[in-house]
C-alpha cells in the first residue's frame, strides 16, 4: 500500500522559509515522479512543483518559480520542498503526490496534507 | 496560459446520472484526469488517461474526452459520491488543474 507521510508544515511570517519533506513507502520510490499540490482554504488544486523519477528534471509553477525547490532523496525514499520568501498567499494545505510514472502526467496517491499558514 | 472551465456546481438526485464536464481549447488532443476529493479529505484519482478506471473506482465512474471537452460521468449516483471533483490535463510543459465541480446528491 502507498503511503505519503508529509512533515515540515506551520506557521510562518511573511518573507520566511519552510521546509516540507514527505516519507514514501509501499513503492519503488525511484521509479516515479513526485509531486506538491496545494491547495489555499476554500479554493481548488494548484501543481506548485514536480520532479521526475531520475530527479534531473524539475519543473514549478510560475506563482512559486525562483522561491521554491523541489529535491528527492531515493536513498531514503523522500522528496522535500524548500519555501523561500514566503508570501500570505502560499497559506495552503501542501499535498506530496505520487505521479503514475516516472515522467509527468497524472497523480495517482496523495498524502494528508501539510498546513503551511504564512502569517504576522 | 491554459485554462480548464468547469461548471461550479452540479446537483442530482440518488440514482441518477451526474454529468460534470471540463472545457479547454483542443483538449481533446491532450489526456485528461479526473480526482474526487470529500469533504475534509485528499484528493482521489478515479480517471485517467480520458476513459480509464484506477483499481478500486467504481464502475458507475465514466470519462469521455473529445473536441474540447471533457466529461466525467457518474452513473447510479449515490450519496457517497458528493464531494468535489476536478479535471486535469498537461499543457506548455506543465500540469493544469480545473476549478472544480461540487456534486450535491439530493
Known amino acids: 500500500e502507498v503511503q505519503l507521510l508529509e512533515s515540515g508544515g506551520g506557521l510562518v511570517q511573511p518573507g520566511g522559509s519552510l521546509r516540507l519533506s514527505c516519507s514514501a513507502s509501499?513503492?519503488?520510490?525511484?521509479?516515479?515522479?513526485m509531486s506538491w499540490v496545494r491547495q489555499a482554504p476554500g479554493k481548488g488544486l494548484e501543481c506548485v512543483s514536480a520532479?521526475?523519477?531520475?530527479?534531473?528534471?524539475?519543473k514549478y509553477a510560475d506563482s512559486v518559480k525562483g522561491r521554491f525547490t523541489i529535491s528527492r532523496d531515493s536513498s531514503k525514499n523522500t522528496v522535500n520542498l524548500e519555501m523561500n520568501s514566503l508570501r500570505v498567499e502560499d497559506t495552503a494545505v501542501y499535498y506530496c503526490?505520487?505521479?503514475?510514472?516516472?515522467?509527468?502526467?497524472?497523480?495517482?496517491?496523495w498524502g494528508q496534507g501539510s498546513l503551511v499558514t504564512v502569517s504576522s | 496560459s491554459y485554462d480548464l472551465t468547469q461548471p461550479p456546481s452540479v446537483a442530482v438526485s440518488p440514482g441518477q446520472t451526474a454529468t460534470i464536464t471540463c472545457s479547454g481549447d483542443k483538449l481533446g488532443y491532450r489526456f485528461v484526469s479526473w480526482y474526487q476529493q470529500r469533504p475534509g479529505q485528499s484528493p482521489v484519482l478515479v480517471i485517467y488517461q480520458d476513459t480509464k478506471r484506477p483499481s478500486g473506482i467504481p464502475e458507475r465512474f465514466s470519462g469521455s474526452n473529445s473536441g474540447n471537452t471533457a466529461t466525467l460521468t457518474i452513473s447510479g449516483t449515490q450519496t457517497m459520491d458528493e464531494a468535489d471533483y476536478y479535471c486535469q490535463a498537461w499543457d506548455n510543459n506543465y500540469y493544469v488543474f480545473g476549478s472544480g465541480t461540487k456534486v450535491t446528491v439530493l
Open positions: 503526490v505520487k505521479g503514475w510514472d516516472s515522467g509527468f502526467d497524472w497523480f495517482d496517491s
Open positions: 509501499g513503492f519503488t520510490f525511484s521509479s516515479y515522479a
Open positions: 520532479i521526475n523519477a531520475g530527479g534531473g528534471t524539475t
